[in-house]
């Protein structure tokens, strides 16, 4: 894959998820640390005029193109459903950085208010012990759910540097607890 080829950069490292946690079956390489704040990426690409369809290149750009999803390409549950799959029988097999991950693990959607609560309903559904926090990222025309989240209604740049420091507030980010 053309992402092992490029040496990524330490903060990009800190969201990168690897393959082998990702797509069941593939040859397990494990990074030399785990990652700070892994994340999962889901963009309407149809959202917000073109710039959903761009944000995606953004995101695929700067991590794993395997944790990066157009919604409307793969549908979250099924994404979400095997990535846990996966992770449980690899803690299973006594991965060390399988829980790691787990416990770390972000997600990021964007698109509109509709797009962001498909996500945070497919999120509740999956009945973890442990909820995935979920970032919005408003792509949609109202976007009052990442307004009330605190993510403002404005749709977001999608250059690269922007994509980035996006990444970092994700992770740097107070969770908000809502009801199920």
């Known amino acids: 894959m053309a992402k092992d080829l490029k040496v990524l950069s330490d903060s990009l490292k800190d969201f990168f998820i690897p393959d082998y946690v990702l797509l069941y079956g593939s040859e397990v390489k494990q990074p030399s640390r785990a990652p700070a704040s892994p994340m999962v990426v889901f963009v309407n690409s149809r ?28 549908a ?11 992770i449980e029988k690899l803690k299973h097999d006594g991965d060390s950085f399988a829980p790691e991950i787990q416990k770390k693990l972000r997600i990021i959607v964007a698109g509109g208010d509709g797009t962001a609560g498909w996500i945070l309903g497919v999120v509740s559904d999956l009945k ?13 025309t109202g976007n009052n759910l990442p307004f009330a989240f605190g993510w403002g209604k404005k749709n977001p740049s999608i250059d690269l540097e922007s994509v980035k420091m996006f990444l970092n507030l994700v992770k740097d980010a107070k969770e908000m607890k809502v009801d199920r």
């Open 47 to 74: 959202s917000g005029g073109q710039l959903g369809g761009e944000l995606l290149i953004s995101y695929q750009m700067l991590l794993n193109k395997n944790q990066v999803f157009d919604l409307n390409e793969n």
């Open 76 to 86: 979250p549950d099924k994404v979400l459903h095997q990535l846990y799959f996966n």
């Open 128 to 140: 973890l012990a442990q909820l995935p926090p979920v970032a919005t990222v408003p792509l949609g």
